[in-house]
């Protein structure tokens, strides 16, 4: 008998809930070599960032043909390049019934999430085919906002500090090397020298705000810019970073 099991401990292992920051790849067509030299190029401008992360293959905006859709090349190309394919989103039938034969997970689309909610919100209608009479809404719990996470200390480099919930103010520096994640807006009063990934659950309306930029890579709601990128604008200067039309834009903070 081991050790674990003279401890008391009975149960192998415990399902609980967890938030993961995830990076989705947005799929327009598949062409294998195109696909290749396009992840060359992108891991090229932040490798670090890249480096054994998971990933989910989004096909919302999928335009190609289903035959030429091939995971098993799209799971191999990324393991050569250090990149781990988890699970795919969106999609038609065929297409999800292609990615699970590769065995990958199967999440919902923004288009089915749609679909979903207007399903639930459609009135039944009664045996006579007259829809039921509206009734006076039940009164509805107010909720609270989810509390900011604050940091008062500098976030040093090989650290990772994660507000899965709200936003994240940090009172201090955040270091080169440094990871700071939030579902909501993150703010630095200081300089922000790693890598700041505000949004994380998709929240497109997030902010990143600093009194210094020095980044080495923003991201908001999975869209993001490396600090080649970020040069070009409000570089060590106090700004506001969002997102607009796909694309993150830089504000000096004196002229948001």
Known sequence: MTDTATSGVNQVFQLKSASVSMTALELHYFDNDDFEATLR???????GFFK????IVSLDKYEGLDSEL?????IGTCRRHNIHVVG???????????????????LPGNSQRDRAHEQIREPESTATGETPEATEPAATNTTEPSPARVINQPVR??????AP????????????????LAAGNIHVYGPLRGRALAGIHGAESAR????????????????YKISEDLQDNGWKSAVQIQLRDDLLVVTPLDKA
């Open 157 to 162: 480099s090989g650290q990772q500090v994660y």
């Open 70 to 74: 091939d995971f098993f090349k799209i």
């Open 41 to 47: 190029d992108k891991i090229s401008q932040a490798p």
């Open 88 to 106: 795919v989103r969106g999609g038609n039938d065929d297409q999800r019934r292609l990615a699970r034969g590769a065995a990958l997970a199967l």
């Open 165 to 180: 919930d709200g936003d994240l103010i940090i009172l201090a520096p955040v270091q080169a090397g440094a990871e700071v």
């Open 208 to 223: 990143v705000f600093c009194q210094s930029l020095e980044a080495e890579l923003v991201s908001i709601a999975g869209h």
């Open 52 to 55: 054994d992360i998971p990933i």
